[in-house]
């Protein structure tokens, strides 16, 4: 326990010495976290389902890399079937999406988060969120009774008529989609109205950590884009239970309008993926550089423009599918709007570590790393948003190593730097520094390697979920490869060090990093309250009144 | 959605400034906040029914404005009384809903309990009267999609009894409520019995509803000599309005020519150009059968919102009927209110786009 | 229409620390009678104008009157007039996105749907016959 001494949010300890009092030691028994009404717990319990989600897709997303080793020119001597291979694709963008990247930082970090950020006891709505893990639980159900009954095979995008005619379990993985949607609403409604009502004195919106107008942002998306993705599956299973024919053009339905249907969620969906990792990325940068954050107010805004910037361009998936002309051009023309919160955030992102003093920390490595690929995700995307360009470079691996720069490269390795720099606030423990970097130097090399490769097979006409390709296209084939098993070595570091520290970690300081929000300045782990009263709340990113105790190995807030 | 949890023991050590009454959520500061944060919830809960049902309101704009004379056509054979009962039927719904609030807040419990009952008998009702209009066009093979059959005239109509299944899970639930009151009655509970008969009498005016709408239809039929399943659908216009034989002239060549219609259709991939012509076959599962998938959809859908609504009111008659709410908390009520509301307002909608087409 | 009490609306933040004071501001009697009313005669209405031909203008026709109605249960069965500015903008801002999203689709709808080829195998297929008919026996 940390001897810092600050009278308003000293943590809420027993008055018998020697017995800590923490949300992990609150009560104990399996009921004690299967339904449990805390949020810090649920989020904990979140985090152990995406991170098992996640690593479901990455084993499937090997076995995609090891089956294009060779160029596969016979069919009945690749290692997969052809089939097979389809599945296996499906599969790891269906996972990864749905039950990985959507739940990962929002449900899992932003339930842990979000209350202790903003100075309350929980959520607003404490068995809604246990509901909506649940809800998650059972739509993950129904992924996978659709990976064990073997035979989905429409791209995770379910798009018609193909997904009409498939023979594999189109309707139990659109009922999961279902479920998951209105997981993931919840969540966002849950989040939304604590933000707006819940806000002890003095937490005005400006004074709100960057995290939380992130979540607030991506909140926003979730409940204005899910519910249309739920009646687009909806209708999708009637199609194949009822034969309705909305989308189904032997019956004079148009397949268009499902694509219509599907990206007016899930582009914005892109936009869940990478806006909580923004917002992790700001508070990395912040307290890392121990230098306030350069421009809250854009950074805010920028937030919050993304959001609903997100919902004016999705049919830029579509320029290929039929579109009429003046619509891609419309759409064209709007995507590249996005481009400019995108900018002013990785710029102030760099004006914030300007004469900072940087500890190149775990988390830090991460949040650089993020900088670097972001950068290269979201300027390839302008690419595609290009008419011309994309007329070229649609559906094939260009735009696979674009968005696998966003979202991997982008909402990943934004996750584990969050993970790591919240790790000591969420289990007690500190990790092995010098282990993290390792893990994030492998993960950053391998995921370079893995998708460089991929923007010059896509250059050169290489499309996507082709289970085989021409011989000239091995050599990168093979380098995405290598680069794939080495990112999967340099997760099992990031694994091996966080497990090694719940083991053999040394106990975590309160505030370890020298953050000035409030998570940190409860104790680690936090109590089962959070707070016991109202803390104060003064400018999250003023690091002037911050100091090192170098008894305790913390930082704290100078009266 | 913000029902309280009682406080366990241990927070109250940290509340010393406050006292928490049952019905506070420990995490909440006082009953305004409380209030507030589920009203809020709801509102945003709202949003997401909003933009849920745009999905079908789009795909009912694509085709209307696709192939408006197959809305022209199959408007004909839906009720438009039957409709316009059931518009009433929820627009008294909704007063009553809005009269429980109040009775809610003013802690008038018997006015509650009664206003939230009479709202669940006005949700039977309603399904009731829906149950008849489906029964009677599944009968005629009115199905969504693929599954729908060509009208002809003179064609029999289906001898399965739609509506009985319809009215099977209404049956089973009226005889459970019952057998709940005679439970109440015979403990002399009065708690159960002040939930038990609301709960009768929804379920009884079920089959209110499933008269009512057997009335009206068998009226629209009756107009009409011969009861085939063309007919019928131009049956009901013959009843009241001077100006329906217009929309009749529209469509009845559609079902009269079908034989040229054949030629016209056989080997040409028929653009929208050609379909808005009134000669084109709209009879038939792209067409019609289209329509009746988005009818079934939105109005489906809706139902499922009303069910879910009445499980809801029946959660509240309960908790009425334990004296839990007052002008501190109200939330439940008021929110499920709202929630209700929507379905109304949806509703609205849906009428004149299904029902008033001419 | 004045609310009855409609003071205690403060900002959405503020959640009246202090002031526990009644939140509650039942609607009375007559002005629900009011609103039903109303709404019922915009129903009769609507059924009344449908038996005009208007063409094109009756399906703008029955949607404006619809949106009457949907804004009186709105503004007073849901007491939208006398709730947080917030809760408003929140259902309205619901209408924008529902408008972008019809918008958009319509619009590109508008344009591709010369290219939307039906297929012509299934036409023939879906031809009146007696044999569809006995399907529903």
């Known amino acids: 326990m940390s001897v810092v001494t600050n009278p308003v949010t000293m943590p809420a300890t027993h008055p018998e010495a020697g017995k800590e009092d923490n949300y992990l030691t609150h009560s104990s028994g399996f009921l004690s976290w299967a339904l449990t009404l805390d949020h810090k717990r649920i989020g904990m319990m979140y985090l152990v389902g995406v991170m098992s989600a996640f690593a479901l897709g990455g084993v499937l997303a090997l076995m995609i890399r090891l089956h294009l080793w060779t160029p596969n020119l016979e069919a009945n001597q690749a290692w997969l079937l052809n089939k097979t291979y389809n599945q296996v694709f499906t599969l790891h963008g269906a996972v990864m999406v749905f039950l990985f990247i959507i739940p990962s930082i929002p449900a899992a970090l932003g339930n842990f988060l979000l209350p202790i950020m903003l100075g309350t006891k929980d959520v607003a709505f404490p068995r809604l969120n246990l509901g909506s893990f649940y809800l998650w639980i059972a739509g993950a159900i129904f992924f996978l009774f659709s990976l064990f009954a073997t035979g989905l095979d429409t791209g995770w995008t379910f798009y018609t008529p193909y997904s009409i005619e498939s023979q594999g379990p189109v309707i139990a993985a659109t009922l999961g989609v279902f479920i998951l949607g209105f997981s993931s609403i919840f969540t966002g409604l849950n989040f939304i109205v604590t933000i707006n009502t819940m806000r002890p004195p003095g937490m005005t919106w400006f004074r709100m950590p960057l995290f939380l107008w992130a979540v607030y942002s991506t909140s926003i998306i979730q409940v204005l884009a899910t519910p249309v993705l739920g009646i687009t599956m909806l209708l999708l299973a009637a199609e194949k239970l009822l034969g309705i024919g909305i989308f189904d053009s032997r019956l004079n339905g148009d397949p268009i309008a499902f694509q219509h249907f599907f990206w007016f969620y899930s582009h914005p969906a892109v936009y869940i993926m990478i806006l909580p990792a923004m917002g992790i990325i700001s508070e990395l940068m912040s307290v890392h550089s121990h230098k306030g954050i350069f421009g809250y107010r854009m950074i805010a805004y920028s937030s919050v423009a993304i959001a609903l910037f997100g919902f004016l361009v999705w049919g830029h998936h579509m320029f290929t599918s039929g579109m009429a002309d003046v619509t891609t051009i419309v759409f064209s023309a709007l995507t590249f709007t996005v481009s400019i919160p995108s900018a002013i955030k990785v710029f102030n992102w760099i004006g914030t570590m300007y004469q900072g003093t940087v500890s190149l920390n775990t988390p830090m490595v991460y949040a650089l790393a993020f900088i670097f690929l972001f950068t290269i995700g979201g300027l390839t995307g302008l690419f595609l948003g290009a008419l011309s360009t994309d007329m070229h470079l649609h559906a094939t691996y260009f735009v696979i190593a674009h968005f696998h720069y966003v979202m991997m490269g982008g909402t990943l390795i934004a996750f584990l730097g969050g993970l790591f720099h919240w790790w000591p606030k969420m289990t007690g423990k500190m990790f092995n520094d010098f282990g993290g970097i390792l893990s994030a130097s492998i993960i950053f090399v391998g995921f370079n390697l893995t998708f460089l490769p991929q923007f010059v097979l896509g250059t050169r006409g290489m499309p996507r979920r082709y289970a085989s390709y021409k011989p000239e296209f091995q050599l990168l084939h093979q380098l995405s490869t290598i680069g794939a098993l080495m990112l999967g070595v340099g997760l099992l570091v990031a694994l091996l060090v966080l497990l090694h520290s719940l083991f053999y970690g040394s106990k975590a300081p309160k505030n370890p990093w020298g953050g000035a929000t409030l998570e940190w300045e409860c104790s680690s782990p936090p109590p089962h309250d959070n707070f016991s009263s109202a803390p104060t709340v003064g400018d999250p990113y003023d690091f002037s009144k911050i100091e090192f105790d170098p008894k305790t190995g913390s930082y704290f807030k100078k009266k | 959605m913000t029902t309280a949890v009682a406080p366990s023991p241990t927070d109250h050590e940290h509340d010393a400034h406050h006292e928490h009454p049952a019905w506070l959520a420990h995490h909440f500061d006082d009953a305004e906040q409380q209030f507030d944060a589920g009203k809020l919830g709801m509102w945003i809960f709202l949003v997401t029914e909003v933009l849920f049902f745009s999905g079908m309101f789009c795909a009912y704009a694509l085709y209307r404005n696709r192939n408006p004379e197959v809305f022209e056509f199959c408007s004909t054979f839906l009720n438009e009384k039957l409709g316009a009962i059931n518009t009433g039927v929820l627009l008294f719904s909704s007063l009553t809903m809005a009269w429980a609030v109040r009775a809610s807040q003013l802690k008038q419990t018997k006015t509650l309990i009664g206003m939230l009952g009479a709202t669940l008998g006005c949700a039977a009702i309603f399904l009731g009267v829906k149950a008849v209009e489906y029964s009677h066009k599944w009968g005629l093979g009115l199905f969504p999609g693929k599954y729908y059959v060509s009208q002809v005239e003179g064609a029999p109509h289906s001898t399965v009894p739609y509506l009985w299944y319809l009215c099977i899970p209404a049956l089973i639930l009226l005889v459970a409520f019952v057998l709940y009151y005679v439970y109440a009655f015979v403990s002399a509970s009065k708690f159960h019995l002040r939930v038990a008969g609301p709960l009768v009498v929804a379920a009884s005016c079920f089959f209110g509803g499933v008269k009512l709408g057997q009335v009206l239809e068998a009226e629209e039929s009756h107009g009409d000599s011969h009861a085939s399943a063309g007919a019928d659908a131009h049956g009901h216009e013959h009843s009241d309005h001077a100006g329906h034989d217009h929309a009749k002239e529209v469509s009845a060549p559609s079902v009269n020519l079908l034989g040229e219609a054949e030629v016209v259709t056989h080997d040409v991939a028929v653009s929208p150009a050609e379909t808005n012509t009134p000669e084109s076959n709209v009879n038939q599962k792209g067409m019609a059968g289209l329509f009746f998938s988005i009818y079934y959809c939105m109005t489906g859908v809706h139902a499922f919102h009303i069910l879910g609504g009445m499980a809801v009111i029946t959660w509240l008659i309960v908790k009425s009927a334990r004296f839990e709410f007052h002008s501190k908390y109200y939330g439940p009520v008021d929110n499920v209110g709202l929630y209700w509301h929507l379905v109304d307002f949806i509703w609205i909608y849906l009428f004149p786009l299904l029902y008033l087409i001419t | ?137």
């Open chain 3, 1 to 137: 229409m004045s609310a009855p009490t409609a003071d205690h609306t403060s900002d959405s933040h503020d959640h009246g620390h202090g002031h526990d004071g009644d939140f509650s501001h039942p609607m009375p009697i007559w002005m629900l009678l009011a609103v039903f009313f109303a709404l019922l005669l915009l129903t009769v209405a609507t059924v009344y104008q449908s038996t005009f031909s208007l063409g094109n203008l009756e399906v703008w026709m029955s949607l404006a009157i619809a949106t009457v109605k949907a804004g009186l249960v709105i503004a007073f069965f849901m007491h939208l007039l006398w709730d947080k500015p917030l809760n408003a903008i929140i259902i309205f801002s619901s209408l924008i996105f529902v408008a972008l999203f019809l918008g958009f689709t319509m619009m590109d709808a508008q344009g591709y749907r010369e290219n939307l080829i039906m297929n012509p195998a299934l036409l023939e297929d879906s031809q009146p016959a007696a044999v569809k008919v006995e399907l529903s026996k």
